[in-house]
């Protein structure tokens, strides 16, 4: 049993008992003996006896309570000092040796307690049942039938026939409302929001019978957590903005899910109704995301729904326009726009970092057998030729199983050294599995980071403070901080700062440390697995090495493979544009996310041929010659490697006929090419992955240095930016009430700084002006200024200058 669910650690061991069991206890429970360790709560004792007793405020993962008395139970008196007087709260009760304890089940008077504690509850409960959005699946509604009183005693002699009322809904935040009608003041909601995600914006106001769970003026819930205190409020009387009054429990099916948004790989539950997903759960998965999820994984669903979602192929007409065609068409025309262009030039193949391990697999054979080419990228960011090494040599075939860093490490590790990674904006279950680590003092949290951050504060971390493109000497210097129970995860933004991922591991392999890459988006890790790189191929089997394509080609059944080392995203481009490449296969790919997004605007448009494909209407598929719509990841099953490197399959919750997976379109291009992919369903894909299977050669991948200083003019102020977690990402579209639980957009500046310019300040820098409120960051590094990467017009990217790069500051001043 877990320390968390045992209710504390255990004492060492007890002279005279051997080691096996000398943390062990035994106490009756309903007559029957167990062995469970000492200090183990007596609810949890009961749980292992088969044993259910009824609780509300209890929960596995919050500290014990006692706050709604539900689960008393009879603790009499055995003759050996462990009884009580009186009914005892067992979520809060360890046991002792020789206890004996009787529930409702085989003691009178622990019924006759429960029954009062429940009747109670229900006092002033209103009953609403009918409408209640928990109807269904409220455990108050079940346990008022199987431990509550046949019939009330409320009369209306006694109080009028009047219960207690009160203004409702309340706006607890845009996304959670609040009836405190319902409440029974259980407390699951504060704890959460205090022991767990560390957003205390909830708390218990007033005393006595007026108590109730309130917020502070003009100070919503706002945190990045916050759905969870929804799906684990045991009554009604939390709900979800966007959910409200849309369905009942009982009307939905369930279908297991893993979470699109990041690379934590959450286990959720998808519930829908008539081919529509109605809302999402957090799955329960102890060894990834426990019981919790982020807001961003629970609610940002409804970009599926768009009314400009792509619903059949396209192909552009001799008078320019996209006009509707079928399947087959499209994938003639996409063939034989394909080999002309492959004919004049090349094709490159930008797939973009939201695919499943099976679709990216289809995109790297169709790139290798139909194209004949390794030009190819997952990477549609800022990146470099050092970090492509880096994931060949170092994260592919990586995982829990062989050595790789897991969630259970960063609990059990006495040192986690983040680099390049702000945890709660790019990674909140890690984020989340470090803060309850840290609360149990077991982890120290050293970050590299321009300035301490909300999340990082939550984290109690060490912030060793560094401008963006000083990291590799920040990381030599925690060179002697380093041994063998430390942890250290980088980030994708260390890309671009030269040497820095190669410094992150010479010094982590010298101390004997382990290390991890975490990237910010579901597919980038099941990428590298499957080829999606100018140096790799699947499996990770290194391109230039003569074994690993002779090997991938007889698993093919193609007599060879392209040999060179194709070009990355940024070379694609500049191919692209300089004619080059005559044309460009191009995946979910947002221009605005590129390193570049004029030159990629310019590349597609320069393209001699298009094929995109994609979820809805954008830029992109605006200017393709074909678009072939693609299915979301509830209508198709698929697979995601998570950062750890595990596998997280899932299955198709809805059938809808009007999107493919890409892998279908793949194969029907590629027969039209006359080079067979020799798959056509997700099931066919994942049998001939694990046929190919990893490569177990030489894997050594020649090491080189790219990024860029990002110097964009010779002074100003450097510039520090990244993702936060809810921002103007398409993927968040359609959902108001989630999207307005964003930070606000502001610059953040040293106070000297803010003094002289803010509180609002235009900066420009190579790509253009912004102009955005200011405020002061007390311990932001000298000559920085951070500002929020998707949250305001295009983006930094498009609209300012790349990450590291100089900007300047007007402003006028306080």
Not at 213 to 222: H, K, R, S, T, V
Not at 389 to 394: E, G, M, R, S, W
Not at 645 to 670: C, D, K, M, T, W
Request: aromatic share 6%.
């Amino acid at each position: 049993m877990s320390e968390q669910a045992s209710g504390g650690k255990s004492p060492a061991a007890t002279p005279g008992k051997s080691p096996e069991r000398a943390d062990l206890v035994t106490v009756t429970i309903d007559g029957v003996e167990v062995n469970v360790p000492k200090d183990t709560l007596v609810i949890r004792a009961a749980e292992q006896a088969g044993i259910q007793v009824p609780r509300f405020c209890d929960h596995p993962l919050l500290a014990p309570v006692g706050a709604c008395r539900q689960c008393l139970v009879d603790v009499p008196d055995a003759g050996n000092g462990r009884g009580f007087p009186k009914p005892q709260a067992s979520c809060t009760l360890p046991v002792a040796e020789g206890m004996v304890v009787s529930t409702q089940l085989t003691s009178a008077v622990a019924d006759k307690a429960q029954q009062g504690v429940m009747e109670l509850l229900l006092i002033n409960h209103p009953l609403d049942c009918p409408v209640c959005d928990k109807g269904g699946e409220c455990p108050l509604q079940n346990q008022a039938m199987s431990n509550g009183q046949g019939e009330s005693r409320f009369s209306d002699a006694r109080n009028h026939g009047t219960k207690r009322t009160f203004p409702k809904p309340i706006n607890l935040s845009p996304t959670v409302l609040l009836d405190r009608e319902r409440c029974i003041v259980c407390q699951r909601c504060t704890r959460f929001a205090a022991e767990i995600a560390g957003d205390p914006f909830i708390a218990l106001v007033e005393r006595g019978a007026q108590q109730q769970i309130g917020i502070a003026e003009d100070a919503p819930f706002l945190s990045y957590f916050s759905g969870n205190v929804i799906q684990i409020c045991p009554v009604g009387a939390l709900t979800s903005e966007e959910y409200r009054f849309r369905s009942r429990p009982f009307d939905l099916v369930s279908s297991p899910g893993v979470a699109e948004h990041d690379a934590c790989g959450a286990a959720i539950r998808v519930d829908h109704r008539r081919g529509k997903v109605m809302r999402r759960m957090a799955g329960d998965d102890p060894d990834v995301n426990e019981e919790w999820i982020t807001d961003k994984d629970r609610f940002g669903f409804a970009y599926a729904h768009e009314a400009d979602r792509l619903t059949y192929p396209q192909v552009r007409d001799d008078d320019g326009s996209l006009r509707p065609a079928s399947w087959p068409e499209a994938f003639t025309v996409a063939a034989r726009g394909l080999a002309a262009a492959r004919e004049a030039g090349g094709v490159g193949v930008l797939t973009g970092g939201r695919l499943t391990v099976e679709d990216a697999y289809a995109y790297s054979k169709f790139a290798r057998v139909a194209l004949g080419t390794n030009d190819i990228d997952f990477r549609a960011r800022p990146h470099s030729a050092e970090e492509a090494a880096f994931l060949a040599q170092h994260v592919a075939l990586s995982g829990p199983g062989d050595g790789g860093v897991s969630y259970a490490d960063l609990e059990s590790a006495s040192k986690v050294v983040l680099i390049g990674l702000e945890p709660e904006d790019e990674a909140g279950t890690i984020f989340l599995r470090l803060r309850k680590s840290v609360l149990a003092g077991g982890t120290e949290v050293v970050a590299v980071s321009p300035f301490t951050t909300r999340g990082l504060a939550k984290l109690s971390a060490r912030v060793v403070l560094t401008a963006p493109g000083d990291e590799t000497a920040a990381i030599a210097d925690l060179a002697d901080e380093l041994d063998g129970d430390t942890v250290v995860l980088v980030g994708e933004r260390l890309a671009v700062v030269p040497g820095a991922l190669g410094k992150a591991l010479e010094v982590a392999e010298a101390a004997g440390a382990r290390l991890a890459w975490v990237p910010r988006r579901a597919g980038d890790r099941g990428a590298v697995e499957a080829g999606c790189l100018p140096i790799l191929l699947p499996g990770g089997r290194p391109v230039t090495v003569d074994e690993a394509r002779v090997d991938l080609a007889a698993a093919w059944g193609v007599e060879t493979l392209p040999e060179e080392p194709g070009r990355d995203a940024d070379a694609i481009v500049e191919a692209l544009v300089t004619g080059d490449l005559g044309g460009l296969v191009i995946a979910g790919v947002d221009p605005d996310d590129t390193p570049d997004p004029q030159a990629t605007r310019d590349a597609i448009a320069a393209a001699g041929f298009v094929v995109a494909f994609d979820l809805r209407d954008s830029e992109v598929t605006d200017q393709a010659d074909v678009v072939f719509p693609v299915a979301p990841v509830t209508d198709k099953a698929g697979t995601f490697v998570n950062w750890e490197g595990r596998v997280r399959p899932f299955e198709a919750a809805l059938q809808n006929p009007a999107s493919l997976p890409e892998l279908r379109a793949l194969s029907g291009i590629a027969a039209e090419l006359g080079a067979p992919l020799g798959f056509r369903t997700v099931e066919e894909v994942r049998a001939e992955l694990a046929a190919v299977g990893p490569w177990e050669g030489d894997g050594t991948v020649d090491p080189a240095v790219g990024g860029t200083e990002g110097d964009a003019v010779a002074d100003g102020l450097r510039l520090a930016t990244w993702k936060q977690s809810i921002d103007n990402a398409a993927m968040l579209d359609g959902d108001k009430y989630l999207r307005a639980t964003a930070r606000p957009v502001v610059a953040l500046l040293p106070p000297d700084l803010y003094d002289a310019h803010g509180p609002t300040v235009t900066l420009t820098g190579d790509r253009g002006s912004v102009t955005l409120p200011a405020e002061p960051c007390p311990d932001l590094v000298e000559g920085v200024v951070w500002v929020p990467a998707n949250s305001f017009g295009a983006g930094v990217l498009a609209d300012l200058a790349s990450p590291g790069s100089r900007v300047t500051i007007e402003g006028g001043g306080r």
